[in-house]
């Protein structure tokens, strides 16, 4: 398994001197242990990441907790790993309003986990069900997915450890009956059952009892063999009669080939469905990121790359000198965990946590990553595809296909983000495992897992899940407001692995897992064993628009940005609806303050002129506050 090196940063928000940096445990996905490697490396001022340009968070803590937030722990497990990267569908509520709810469960205190298979729960309109005390599966199962047909057919489909396949446990009635196994994957040309692990599956068909699945042969990391040129082939899965056949098993969608990549890495993938409408989205790290889509129920598809990775097929040690310095360039792209959410009218959104990676040691069968990168990578298919092929600058390369739309607080309100003790390692973002869901106006909600300044343990900090929205089907973005603070019934603790149920009505909906120690015993901190919590969450949607106060900014006032692009000058064309301080502040790709002015404005329109003939060509990002409320504009200059 090639090695994963992770360069944990202690940072300040946008700007930075010298950062130190430790090099940590490999990026497995299994929970094999690694050597840590003690060796320290400074980081130079330019290497302050590019993306900590959040909007500081608008609210207070006394707002944050009195949020009409109802948590309820329906749930535990001592595996604490519910995915290695993008969070599966674990949640469901039904049209009668009863809810199903899975994870990957175990009661075992060993590392061996012999018991682990899916944990499942049950809300009947009134109350929920005793917490389980054995797994649905009679055999080593995990990476659940919780789906029902159109005609009332409960089911979780999960990969077999005992037997390596993927089954499908299911009953034909939901919420009550016998649950029953049944194997999915095929059988290969000697009669043996394809070796398939970390699945995803949808329900969609114009009648909702068509299966979509998607899942990965076992790599030669876990013992697996070679597919078709590809160490970890992405193979897709349709059953249009709920399960009972399967009309297409082992297939390569077009492109999704060894022509283009060496192998799929596991969780780097979502799949989703609206009637006839089914699609893809894989995230990829040292890959392309990209959609594929089918508008006849799966039969065709087409592919959309989101961000276009600099190299195909990248090798590890293979090195990437883009502009041809002598230095080995750092990257952009995402951290493997995102979400994809089909909306009402069937275009794709995907999200991603934010990453910046390196193969500098050619020689070591290894890469590195920057745990302490901060950003909620966001597109959408109106954006269209990546065809720029990215841009350089500094040994930095990045692609701006995908805009950053959240991230890591800064909690203190000193306008930085000062994270002064241990990140515990999940190899993401500092604001990563996105989940979404839509309301019938839509609406889209977010819930993202983010590192949280001053909620910590004494040694390392807390994650908690944050939840922004849109009005404008992607355009603008509400600020984070944290949906898991200090509580006196569940007290704070590590809140990760949030699942949302996609259809939002008055409240989101959504299940997490909680403990009260950062990190992971399965993987990366390698943590003593305990017990996890899983909680059901909901939210009412009225208190996130009061709570955030950061209404579309037409509501009360306009900013135009124009020429963009430009080259010479460009106007900031401001209408306010009352005199206000207005502070601007022009930052570099890399986050470098370049201009700065702040002066009182009257009402009425405001015309103020920045001359930018000395800038270098590139992205910058015109951070503009208007009493008190802040707004971000990319510019993009030329020469």
Request: aromatic share 10%.
């Amino acid at each position: 398994m090639i090695m994963k090196k992770a360069l944990l940063l202690t940072f300040i928000y946008f700007f930075g001197a010298n950062l130190m940096a430790q090099i940590a445990p490999n990026k497995a996905l299994n929970s094999s242990k690694k050597a840590l490697i003690n060796d320290k490396v400074i980081m130079s001022g330019d290497e302050v990441l590019k993306d900590l340009m959040q909007t500081p968070n608008t609210t207070t803590a006394a707002m944050r907790m009195a949020a009409p937030i109802n948590e309820e722990i329906v749930g535990s497990t001592t595996y604490d790993l519910q995915t290695n990267a993008a969070v599966m569908d674990r949640i469901l509520r039904h049209y009668d309003g009863t809810i199903s709810v899975a994870w990957s469960r175990s009661n075992e205190f060993n590392t061996s986990y012999s018991d682990r298979g899916t944990g499942y729960n049950f809300f009947d309109g009134t109350a929920w069900g005793a917490f389980p005390s054995a797994s649905l599966e009679s055999s080593r199962c995990g990476w659940p997915s919780m789906l029902a047909t159109g005609s009332g057919k409960e089911l979780a489909i999960a990969h077999n450890t005992t037997n390596s396949y993927f089954q499908m446990t299911y009953r034909d009635t939901i919420g009550s009956g016998a649950w029953n196994e049944q194997i999915v994957s095929a059988q290969d040309s000697i009669g043996l059952y394809r070796d398939l692990v970390w699945n995803r599956s949808t329900i969609g068909g114009l009648n909702e009892e068509t299966i979509h699945m998607i899942g990965v042969t076992a790599p030669s990391g876990l013992s697996g063999t070679i597919y078709n040129g590809l160490d970890g082939a992405l193979l897709y899965y349709r059953s249009q009669d709920g399960g009972v056949t399967w009309d297409i098993q082992d297939m390569q969608l077009p492109t999704i080939d060894s022509s283009m990549f060496t192998g799929f890495g596991g969780d780097s993938y979502a799949i989703k469905a609206q009637g006839e409408t089914v699609c893809i989205a894989f995230f990829g790290e040292w890959d392309d990121t990209f959609i594929m889509k089918s508008n006849d129920n799966g039969t065709t598809w087409t592919k959309t790359i989101v961000l276009d990775f600099p190299v195909d097929k990248y090798v590890t040690d293979q090195g990437l000198d883009i502009d041809n310095d002598g230095l080995m360039d750092t990257l952009y792209s995402t951290d493997g965990s995102g979400a994809l959410l089909l909306d009402n009218n069937g275009m794709a959104h995907v999200f991603a946590g934010n990453m910046r990676i390196l193969d500098a040691d050619l020689t070591d069968a290894g890469s590195s990553y920057f745990p302490g990168t901060n950003g909620l990578l966001y597109w959408n298919e109106s954006i269209g595809p990546d065809t720029t092929g990215g841009q350089i600058s500094n040994s930095v390369w990045w692609s701006d296909n995908m805009s950053v739309i959240a991230g890591a607080q800064d909690m203190d309100g000193d306008s930085s983000l000062s994270l002064v003790l241990d990140i515990a390692t999940y190899y993401s973002s500092l604001s990563s495992m996105p989940s979404c869901g839509i309301d019938a106006n839509g609406t889209i909600y977010v819930s993202f897992s983010s590192v949280m300044e001053g909620y910590d343990n004494g040694a390392q900090h807390y994650r908690h899940v944050n939840i922004i929205k849109s009005y404008d089907g992607g355009m603008n973005w509400t600020a984070p407001i944290d949906i898991t603070p200090i509580s006196l019934f569940l007290g704070m603790g590590e809140c990760v692995f949030a699942s949302m149920e996609r259809n939002v009505d008055d409240k989101v909906r959504l299940v997490y897992q909680k403990d009260m120690e950062p990190g992971l015993c399965v993987r990366g901190d390698e943590d003593a064993v305990g017990m996890n919590d899983i909680v059901y969450l909901e939210l009412d949607t009225n208190f996130i628009v009061s709570a955030i106060q950061n209404t579309p900014i037409q509501n009360n006032l306009s900013l135009e940005l124009y020429p963009n692009p430009t080259k010479n000058k460009t106007n900031i064309n401001l209408a306010l609806d009352k005199t206000s301080e207005v502070a601007i502040q022009v930052v570099d790709i890399l986050g470098r303050t370049v201009f700065f002015n702040a002066t009182t404005l009257t009402e009425g329109n405001s015309l103020v002129v920045l001359d930018i003939e000395d800038y270098d060509a590139g992205i910058y990002y015109i951070n503009t506050q208007i009493a008190g409320k802040a707004f971000s504009n990319k510019l993009v200059v030329t020469k």
